[in-house]
């Protein structure tokens, strides 16, 4: 079993629909959680971090946290063709280590 | 600018010539870290730092070696490189204090390939 699960996509949505990306986990003692964007070929670029139960936004953007059932997730209102890239969800499990999931491929179709 | 920086943006070379890829951060982190991408296997650690003088394995450090001699620099070194460590390469930095110490910033990646 991997340690963080994503669906690789690609997932596919209208512009201005709600994008929703799923991530589970394996390690019950990770305490914060990452959404990373990243354009191919280019560096991953933070978009949101979580640390509590429950949700937190961030203009467009909603990250979703559920300790209990090891589950995080991104929620992309309004989706724009910009959006469209690759979305890796990256848990911190002890001191600064971070353990990437493989990537959900995005696309936004206008 | 808060950045992190990496030399050469890309390489190509041939099995067994030493090379080594440059990392430096100007955010003064304690921590650093190298990462390799390869597809539908998403980012690997291949090695961190917590400070100067202080690094340890991550999950694929076979191949690699890394020093830590100064806070700004991290350098990744191939001694003898080989097809199977063609890919693209992240150097990442995070504070390892304070309210959002776990947040890592990347470099801009290097594309290395081996002939």
């Known amino acids: 079993q991997k340690e963080v699960e994503q669906n690789s996509g690609p997932l596919s949505v209208p512009e201005g629909a709600i994008a929703s990306l799923n991530c589970t986990y394996s390690?019950?003692?990770?305490?914060?959680f990452f959404w990373y964007r990243q354009y191919s070929g280019k560096s991953p670029e933070l978009i949101m971090f979580?640390?509590?139960?429950g949700d937190k936004e961030d203009g467009r953007f909603t990250a979703q946290l559920n300790k209990a059932s090891q589950y995080v997730s991104l929620l992309i209102r309004d989706s724009q063709p910009s959006d469209s890239a690759t979305y890796l969800c990256?848990?911190?499990?002890?001191?600064?280590?971070?353990?990437f999931g493989a990537g959900t491929i995005l696309r936004v179709k206008s | 600018e808060a950045q992190v920086t990496q030399n050469p943006r890309y390489l190509i070379t041939v099995t067994g010539k030493k090379l080594t890829v440059t990392c430096s951060q100007n955010m003064n982190h304690e921590y650093m870290s190298w990462y390799r991408q390869d597809p539908g296997l998403g980012l690997r650690q291949i090695y961190y730092s917590m400070n100067v003088e202080v690094t340890d394995k991550g999950d694929v450090p076979e191949g690699y070696k890394v020093s830590r001699k100064e806070k700004r620099n991290f350098p990744l070194i191939l001694e003898s490189p080989s097809p199977n460590q063609t890919s693209l390469y992240f150097c990442a930095s995070s504070s390892t204090s304070g309210r959002r110490a776990d947040t890592q910033y990347f470099g801009p990646g290097t594309r290395l390939t081996v002939l």
């Open positions: 979580i640390y509590s139960n």
């Open positions: 390690d019950r003692g990770s305490q914060s």
């Open positions: 990256a848990v911190n499990q002890y001191g600064n280590k971070l353990v």
